[in-house]
């Protein structure tokens, strides 16, 4: 059965929490709930992380290969800095969607850079939690096309 991965960075956690002018009020797990459904009307099975942790990240994105057909990758602020989240998702050559809850090109200058992007199939932002089900969608038709 296709695996789908779904890893989510720094302060993701916090949605639906703290600054719902900002981000909203569904929170991850609303999102963790509305990804499964979606992963499930495909008939695919969906793993749904979040850390806040760089290093850890690495470490979840190294251990998707074998495990895993596809990540979806939202990685907060670490989009904008990581180098080291870049690499980890070219060493296991699996096909990464950058995903966005914010459209960054329509926020801060600095949101605008990412190195995720660099290595990533696609980019999906600016459509709040509904992204999540959209990068599904993607990834699955993604795969099927490369079948
Ligand atoms: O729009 C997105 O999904 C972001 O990845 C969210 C990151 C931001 O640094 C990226 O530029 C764009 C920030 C996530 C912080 O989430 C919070 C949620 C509630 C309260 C505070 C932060």
Redesign the pocket.
Known sequence: MTSLLILN????????????E??GTTTLSDIEAMSQAKAASFSVGLEFKQSNSEGEMVDIIHAAKGQHDGIIL????Y??TSIALMDAVSSVELPVIE??????HA?EEF?HKSYVAKVAVGVI?GFGAV?YELAVEAMVRHLRASE
Do not use: D, F, K
């Open positions: 960075g720094p302060n993701l956690n916090l949605l639906g929490q703290r600054q719902p900002v981000y939202n990685a907060g602020a989009t904008h995903l966005h809850l914010s459209n960054i926020r949101r932002c992204g």
